[in-house]
């Protein structure tokens, strides 16, 4: 469950393993420029200044450049972080755009770490165990 | 006459399969050929259901943007008119043998002012259209998913919209059916242009911006139900649209913009009003410029102008 900070907003949302920057942030209701949101453009992208992600799908060298892919930008459509993650935007800040999705997003975030610091919580039973 | 169309657009994809996949899947093109080039880049041809001539789309593997546009000329000798207009306009011309594209015959290529490639050819192999000639039915009964039946036109940009204007009509004989200018005033610039050799309201369409780059290149369709229900599609197969369905005040189209799984953006654009070479064209001025292109928001999106591949 990797969370992705955003000081500038004092914000930390919660992501779905394997969910890109960008969709995360939407699902969250948070909204910011993006573009084709395929990779192709270059429009969204941001700074990781702490954590690790990677991209899944291939990217194209004229979006993201050799200097680019070891320098913490972070081509957010495309991006999956690795770890927990924090990021800074450039020119244009992530505004909340729905409140509503934001509660849901803090929820499921809490819910999450609450069952990670729950000493031996019973995970998936052996194959063949009842539930309930 | 010259050029009569865009023959073929070839275009760079990140990643076959997903490119296959909407290319094929959700825009319905027919599958023509595939090869790898020597550089060992994975190339796939296609053509819409109403072409007959072998591709009108060509993808290539690695990279995003266009690699070049092929334009058909009428008549063989076509070709040769257009090498000396090219000539004489100042370009730099080289000649393309047959088979330098597969299924394509001899012809030229240069590089224009906006520093896209364009290919002038005659010959291409016949395919035939999906219906045939012969008493034919009105569309295929199989369609893919859009099922688009052609290739259209496309938008490129360039850091001198006037020079590349002045190219399209001297050497391809095109003429603008809509141009948008900064002002009505004898000085002013001229910051976009929609041109066509024939009746088609645009074959190619340039705006002020960087060097070499694809706006979008667009698929046709009949009506309004058909760009509907092309949006419809794009949901179903979470195609990211970039805005519609909507209309172009400029051409009078209606169309939904997208992107494929590269980033490139394509188009589905229905309508548009006939062209003729004696039609006053029509002048946007900037400050119109959101009416011009989004004729329902009235305002350009902020990816307008900003995302390009």
Excluded at chain 1, 63 to 89: H, K
Excluded at chain 2, 60 to 70: I, L, P, T
Excluded at chain 2, 102 to 129: C, K, L, N, W
């Amino acid at each position: 469950m990797p969370t992705l900070s955003i000081p500038a907003l004092d914000e930390v949302v919660y992501l779905e393993p394997g969910e890109t920057v960008l969709s995360g942030l939407y699902k969250a209701g948070f909204s910011y420029t993006v573009g084709c949101r395929r990779g192709g453009c270059g429009i969204c992208k941001l700074d990781v200044i702490e954590g690790s992600f990677s991209y899944e799908r291939p990217v194209a060298d004229t979006v993201i450049s050799t200097d680019e892919r070891t320098d913490g930008t972070c081509l957010s459509c495309r991006a999956i972080p690795e770890s927990n993650i924090t990021i800074q935007m450039r020119e244009y800040e992530v505004r909340l755009v729905n409140p509503l999705l934001r509660q849901i997003n803090e929820k499921a975030r809490l819910r999450a770490e609450a069952l990670a610091a729950a000493p031996d919580t019973p995970t998936t039973p052996d194959a063949g165990a009842g539930d309930d | 006459m010259g050029v009569m169309r865009m023959g073929y657009a070839h275009v760079k994809v990140t990643d076959m399969t997903e490119a296959k996949n909407h290319y094929n899947g959700t825009m319905g093109l027919y599958e023509t050929h595939s090869d790898v080039t020597p550089d060992g880049a994975k190339r796939v041809f296609y053509k819409g259901w109403d072409e007959w001539d072998h591709h009108s789309v060509v993808l290539e593997e690695g990279g995003v943007g266009v690699v070049k546009y092929g334009w058909k000329v009428e008549h063989e000798a076509d070709i040769d008119d257009i090498e000396a207009k090219a000539r004489t306009f100042g370009l730099t011309v080289e000649r393309m043998s047959k088979g330098d594209n597969p299924e394509i015959g001899d012809g030229i290529r240069f590089v224009t002012p906006s520093e896209h490639v364009f290919e002038v050819y005659h010959q291409a192999t016949a395919v035939g259209t999906e219906v045939g000639t012969h008493n034919p039915e009105v569309f295929p009964r199989h369609l893919v998913g859009i099922g688009v039946p052609a290739l259209d036109h496309s938008l490129i940009t360039t850091g001198d919209v006037g020079t590349m204007e002045r190219m399209l009509s001297d050497v391809f004989g095109f003429y603008a059916t809509e141009r948008v200018q900064t002002s009505l005033d004898d000085d002013h610039e001229c910051v976009g242009t929609w041109m066509t050799s024939n009746n088609q309201i645009h074959q190619m369409a340039v705006i002020g911006g960087p060097q070499g780059k694809l706006h979008h290149f667009a698929f046709r369709l009949e009506d309004w139900n058909s760009v509907g229900r092309a949006a419809d599609l794009m949901t179903m197969d979470d195609v990211p649209i970039d805005i519609g369905p909507t209309r172009h005040g400029i051409t009078r189209g209606q169309t939904v913009y997208f992107f494929d799984p590269s980033g490139n953006r394509n188009e589905v654009f229905a309508g548009g009003y006939l062209a003729f070479p004696d039609r006053p064209t029509n002048v946007w001025t900037v400050d119109q410029l959101g009416k011009g292109i989004f004729y329902h928001d009235r305002e350009l999106n902020e990816r307008f102008t900003t995302v390009l591949t």
